[in-house]
Every structure is written in C-alpha cells, then in structure tokens.
C-alpha cells in the first residue's frame, strides 16, 4: 500500500484515515499532509466511505 509505506516514511503518528467521505467545508481547501500524496487534515465530514485505525486509535476507540 502506498500510502501506508508514504506514512511510515514520513514518521508519522496517526489514530485514523478516512478512505472515502463527503467533504462539508468545500469553501476552502484541506491542509495538506506533508510528505504524503493524496492525505489532507479532514475538516467537517458529512459520511464516511471507509477508514483506517492504527494500533493506538483503536486502543483509544475502546477505553
């Protein structure tokens, strides 16, 4: 996975990554993620198509 391998390069520390959702806020662009093609720091979303949790967010999911 490319993006997985983009993140582990790029050193870093994440909970969770929307795959696919609707974008609310399309008045002003999303903040890039440095070093990671196609990754932007999600604003307000309406759906979720899918999501990645790492280790730590689904501990956090749980408590």
């Known amino acids: ?3 997985m391998h ?3 390069a790029a050193g ?3 909970d969770l ?3 696919g959702r609707k974008r609310m806020q399309v008045e002003r662009p999303e903040k890039s993620v440095p070093r990671v093609r196609n990754l932007v720091e999600a604003d307000y979303s ?3 198509l899918g999501y990645v949790l ?5 501990h956090k999911l749980l408590a």
């Open 46 to 48: 309406y759906w979720t």
């Open 6 to 8: 983009d993140l582990e």
């Open 1 to 3: 996975m490319n993006l």
């Open 12 to 14: 870093l520390t994440w």
């Open 54 to 58: 790492s280790l730590r967010g689904a």
């Open 17 to 19: 990554i929307y795959i």
